[in-house]
């Protein structure tokens, strides 16, 4: 099997079992109906770690974008294959989200909520604040990606690694998670909120575009600057193109307040 098929297969389990159980918590009827976040984040967390022991030893199992550029920001990985891991990390989840939707087929008539259905595919903020929210989506993807690579510098019993990673992926969703729905990855949360758009869904409701940027412009900034980080704090290799990720960001976070703000004054006036 090709690395491109390992990342799509990969993907795929991740969001079918990610969404899966997002959608047995969501959805009337399930048994596991209103089971609360602490499922929620299990359930992620487990995804993670199945998918990567699916097809690390076919691809690496970067599953994830932000992961995935930060790795060749910091030399390890091949910028060549940047694009094609890409493509397939979104693709895969695209087909994961439709997996779900038809293991659930008939939730989705029974249950009301148009806000609990776009929650099996794609993240929200409890509450919306731009500027916060998108740096929630940093935080969570910094603590991800720099976690990943202390746990690969650790020596574990051979094929811990995953586990130990899907252990990660609970922690961030319980300390870090209750802001946004911590996407914490670009292809978890518009390739499943593509398949929102596109798929017959009952009384779905919007996909809610205005918010879509934010989870994945904030992992891709909190990924590649977790993964300078580690390069340059924990092993010394002074890399500057930490401080270009760091000007983007501050960029980026201050057209985000001022959009904060005026969504504020909107909320005010209304």
Known sequence: MSAFWGEFIGTMILVALGGGVCAGVSLKRSYAANSGWIVITMGWGLAVAIAAYSVGTISGAHLNPALTLGLALIGNFPWSDVPLYMAAQMLGAIVGAVIVYLHYLPHWKVTDDPGAKLSVFATSPAVYHPFSNLMSEIIGTFVLVLGILAIGANKFTDGLNPLIVGFLIVSIGLSLG??????????????PRIAHMLLPIAGKGSSNWRYAWIPVVGPLLGGSFGALFYKNVFLGRVDGTIWIVIGIAVVILLLSLLLSGRTSKRSVSM
């Open 178 to 191: 209750g802001a946004t729905g911590y996407a914490i990855n670009p292809a978890r949360d518009l390739g």
